[in-house]
């Protein structure tokens, strides 16, 4: 009996060492680990559609899309540097940087609300495609929830807690750019889903380190699932007073 209470012991001592040590990694490499998953995406996802449709498209993209890829691009290389230097504890500096990140964001935004314009007239007057003009709804809420969530960043800048996880769920908004190139999730419109189980593995962290949900996460899920599915309805069933806002904003 005393052998096989050692033998639980031992065990217990174990698991509660492992667990430990899991939320001794969360705490220190989870947005780091997922600034580096996240890039892979990014590559994984762009690399299968980048060359027909940018590098070597015919006929040639505006600037706009390059000048579009080139600041997305940075932002990942952005979050990226600013996960590492929170882990190496190089705060001063991820606080200087975070001003770039803020210009940055704001030009993000004005460059994806007119490349979704203006790429959509490119669509529909050049490449002569029909029925493009309903998925203006995907950037436009794309840009309203990675404006939003920075801007609140920005506000709440001396709340890390909150800080960090809203520039995460701004991060992961992008991520349907990426997860919306492999055909399967696209043509099921199901890549909102990809997102949001990034974000997902959020609060998967929060409850493995804190035991709690953080109330960025119980806020902005709910508002988030909502709201991609209206945008998601809006691209698929394309009501007539959508297609009247969209015939509008394109000039058409």
Same mark, same amino acid.
């Given at each position: ?14 698991? *509660? ?7 001794? +990694? ?10 580096? =998953? ?36 940075? $932002? ?8 590492? !230097? ?6 001063? =500096?991820?606080? *200087?940087? /975070? $001003? ?9 935004? =004005?460059?994806? !609300? ?7 007239? +490119? ?17 436009? $809420? @794309?840009? !309203?929830? +990675?404006? *939003?969530?920075?801007? !609140? ?14 520039? +995460? ?7 349907? #750019?990426?997860?919306?190139?492999? @055909? ?11 997102? @949001?189980?990034?974000?997902?593995? /959020? ?6 380190? @804190? ?8 806020? #902005?899920?709910?508002?988030?699932? =909502? /709201? ?6 809006? $691209? ?14 394109? /000039?058409?």
């Amino acid at each position: 009996m005393a052998v096989g209470n050692v033998g639980f012991a031992a065990r217990l001592e174990k698991e *509660t060492s492992a667990m430990t040590q899991l939320k001794r +990694f969360l705490s220190r490499y989870f947005y780091l680990c997922m600034s580096l =998953v996240m890039a892979g995406l990014v590559v994984w996802g762009f690399s299968r559609t980048v060359d027909a449709s940018l590098f070597h498209a015919k006929p040639a993209r505006p600037l706009l899309l390059w000048m579009h890829g080139a600041a997305f691009s940075t $932002w990942v290389l952005f979050f990226i540097a600013q996960s590492t !230097l929170i882990r190496v504890r190089k705060v001063s =500096v991820h606080r *200087t940087l /975070g $001003w770039f990140g803020s210009g940055l964001a704001t030009v993000m935004v =004005v460059l994806g !609300l007119t490349v979704a314009v203006v790429m959509t007239r +490119f669509d529909m007057v050049v490449l002569h495609q029909r029925g493009v003009d309903s998925f203006l709804s995907i950037p436009f $809420w @794309d840009m !309203l929830v +990675f404006g *939003t969530c920075i801007a !609140l960043a920005i506000l709440w800048k001396k709340k890390p807690e909150y800080h960090r996880r809203l520039v +995460f769920v701004a991060t992961c908004e992008l991520m349907d #750019a990426a997860i919306g190139r492999f @055909d399967f999730w696209f043509n099921h419109s199901i890549f909102y889903v990809g997102l @949001d189980l990034l974000i997902v593995l /959020g609060v998967v962290r929060d409850l493995v380190v @804190d035991g709690r949900i953080h109330k960025v996460y119980l806020y #902005a899920l709910p508002v988030l699932v =909502v /709201g991609q599915s209206i945008t998601v309805y809006l $691209w698929r069933a394309n009501p007539a007073w959508w297609q009247a806002v969209t015939h509008a904003i394109l /000039g058409l």
